[in-house]
């Protein structure tokens, strides 16, 4: 039976087009398929595919852009697609996001986002975005990663965003310039702002002495990620004597459970919105007692 089998299969192969032969397996696959309006999402293949820009590293720390304008005569009722991305994607449409994702899984259980476009859609030309970052080597072990890339598939007439060659990508340098002057910088002068008893200046260089308490664990935060992301770990080396006159200071005011409470000074940590000026004081009290 496995024989008469194989024989119908071979016997088939070779009545394919050799231009279908000659590319991967699927693609024969997916002309037969092309013209579906349903799916069955956990069991048949995607029309879609996963895009990339040209040129890019696919496991490195990256960001990237994708984009597809269509025009609808009509705006639609319903608008079905199915997006993913690898790492982390989000999707906008007409300037406004409408999803972001996937949620964790794994490689071998790969997630992926169901969303109706229709509300977010009008009649004439539609502009369709994605944002997609892969960490790299930084990724949290929680989230899956195979290769940077973003998925997008529609159903029925939602089919024309699919995922291929007519969706454009750039890769956005301004996230991985390689160029840490910067922060180096910032860093080099809050260590030197330092006061007698180790609290950093709220803003330096500054003729003004100004220091709210709080932004000084800020600062102790900013040599901690500078540590992984950076590149001149002799500056962080450098750097730890004040850090740690910083966490000496902070250890005076740490109650038993951890918290830090009667901070001398201006306790702050950050502006807040109107509707949240009564917490910001609550807060504030608490800190000062």
Do not use: C
């Not at 279908?20 to 956990?42: C, E, F, G, H, W």
């Not at 029925?156 to 965003?161: L, P």
């Amino acid at each position: 039976m496995k024989r008469f089998l194989f024989a119908i299969v071979m016997a088939i192969v070779t009545l394919l087009p050799t231009s279908i032969l000659a590319q991967y397996p699927y693609v024969y696959l997916k002309m037969l398929l092309k013209n579906r309006t349903s799916y069955d999402m956990m069991k048949e293949m995607w029309d879609a595919a996963w895009i990339e820009v040209d040129g890019a590293k696919p496991k490195d720390y990256g960001v990237y852009y994708f984009r597809k304008d269509i025009n609808l005569a009509t705006k639609p009722t319903a608008f079905k697609v199915y997006v993913s991305g690898d790492t982390r994607y989000k999707l906008y449409v007409n300037g406004e996001l409408v999803s972001l994702g996937p949620a964790r899984s794994d490689s071998k259980h790969w997630n992926y986002e169901t969303v109706d476009l229709a509300p977010y859609l009008k009649a004439g030309k539609n502009a369709l975005a994605a944002q997609v970052w892969n960490e790299g080597s930084f990724t949290p072990v929680p989230n899956a990663t195979v290769r940077t890339g973003f998925l997008m598939m529609g159903e029925g007439d939602a089919k024309v965003v699919n995922t291929d060659e007519s969706w454009k990508g750039i890769q956005d340098p301004a996230y991985n310039s390689g160029d840490d002057t910067l922060w180096k910088n910032f860093l080099i002068q809050s260590d030197m702002s330092r006061n007698a008893e180790g609290v950093t200046m709220g803003r330096a260089p500054s003729e003004l002495a100004q220091y709210i308490t709080p932004y000084a664990l800020s600062y102790i935060y900013s040599i901690h990620d500078y540590m992984r992301y950076g590149k001149d770990q002799a500056l962080v080396l450098d750097l730890i004597p004040g850090a740690e006159q910083i966490i000496h200071y902070f250890n005076k005011y740490q109650e038993a459970d951890g918290r830090i409470k009667g901070l001398p000074g201006w306790n702050f940590s950050d502006w807040v919105i109107s509707s949240r000026l009564v917490a910001a004081y609550l807060i504030h009290k608490a800190l000062s007692r």
